[in-house]
């Protein structure tokens, strides 16, 4: 049983590109949770998805960034526009239910030129 | 709204010595509490979890946590410290529809 796929492993973008990342959850898991790690900070949670619904998106920064995790195929984390303070390590996780154990990717690390 | 702090961002011991990593949590309600571990250029992998079954979690790899209510800590021990203990540790508590709020992490470093 394959754990939790992100790809790219690296993504390098210029400033004002589009960045999408991908993750694909452990077979079986239907709730996906995406987060950012900054140098220095902890893990800052940005949206909680089930299959075609965005249950809590809280983290999200207002503009520039979106979510999707569709019917069929990987949960996709969309920036546009990058910015170079979106540089950082992107996480994603998933779980079987809610209040379960959390499975999480060995992440994306997105650098802004 | 339930939070966690953790005390120190850098830890160093001694091969050999306990590992005792410091976590304070705030919430009105009986929390769910997590320990982390980042390996370099890895995910998270869970170490153990507090869902008020018993105060004292024990966890993988010999780590335990101990969930204190009078103190608002759930401080996370090892008695012997390993060279492949050396990681990154994160202390987190359940925030609304299973969201996991992460303190910042405490980095610890094994010395031979």
């Known amino acids: 049983n394959a754990g939790v796929m992100q790809n790219p492993r690296h993504l390098v973008r210029r400033r004002g590109q589009e960045a999408r990342l991908r993750c694909s959850p452990m077979?079986?898991?239907?709730?996906v949770y995406w987060y950012r790690q900054l140098p220095e900070e902890g893990l800052k949670f940005m949206v909680y998805?089930?299959?075609?619904?965005?249950?809590?998106e809280s983290g999200m920064p207002k503009e520039r960034f979106s979510a999707e995790f569709p019917k069929e195929g990987p949960s996709i984390l969309r920036i546009q526009q990058v910015v170079r303070g979106d540089s950082a390590a992107y996480f994603c996780?998933?779980?079987?239910?809610?209040?379960?154990?959390?499975?999480f990717g060995s992440g994306t690390q997105l650098s802004v030129l | 709204a339930q939070s966690v702090t953790q005390l120190g961002s850098h830890v160093s011991v001694s091969e050999g010595a306990l590992v005792l990593l410091r976590c304070n949590y705030s919430s009105s309600v009986p929390p769910y509490l997590f320990w982390y571990v980042q390996y370099p250029n890895q995910g998270l992998q869970l170490l153990l979890k507090?869902?008020?079954?018993?105060?004292l979690v024990k966890g993988i790899n010999g780590f335990e946590a101990e969930f204190k209510k009078s103190e608002t800590s759930f401080h996370l021990t090892k008695p012997s410290a390993h060279m492949s203990d050396a990681a990154e540790y994160f202390c987190?508590?359940?925030?609304?529809?299973?969201?996991?709020?992460f303190g910042t992490g405490t980095r610890l470093t094994v010395i031979p």
């Open positions: 507090y869902t008020s079954a018993a105060t």
């Open positions: 077979k079986g898991h239907s709730h």
């Open positions: 987190a508590v359940i925030r609304g529809a299973n969201n996991l709020f």
């Open positions: 996780a998933s779980s079987p239910f809610t209040n379960e154990k959390l499975f």
């Open positions: 998805l089930q299959k075609e619904n965005i249950i809590d």
